[in-house]
């Protein structure tokens, strides 16, 4: 609030993203099924994130602040997982 209207908060929260860093859980086949089994939209790449974050940059999200944007594939709306 003490920032506004020249500065906006807001935060990305990624899912499960693909990355070198995350490569290595692909390696556990079981694993990998019983938390793609989670995600109703797959893995994410990521561009999704990059997607997001840019935006956040731009004038139509101008009137978006203290947000948290879940960019997740489904899974937080998912009660299977």
């Known amino acids: ?5 020249k500065v906006r908060v807001n935060c990305v929260l990624p899912g499960a993203i693909v990355t070198e860093m995350t490569e290595n859980i692909s390696k556990d086949e079981e694993l990998t099924k019983r938390m793609a089994d989670t995600y109703p939209l797959g893995f994410g790449q990521t561009r999704y ?8 940059f731009f004038d139509k999200s101008s009137w978006i602040t203290g947000q948290e944007i ?3 594939g489904g899974r ?4 299977t997982g």
């Open 76 to 79: 937080s709306v998912n009660m």
């Open 70 to 72: 879940v960019v997740d």
């Open 49 to 56: 994130i990059a997607d997001a974050v840019e935006f956040l």
């Open 1 to 5: 609030m003490e920032l506004a209207p």
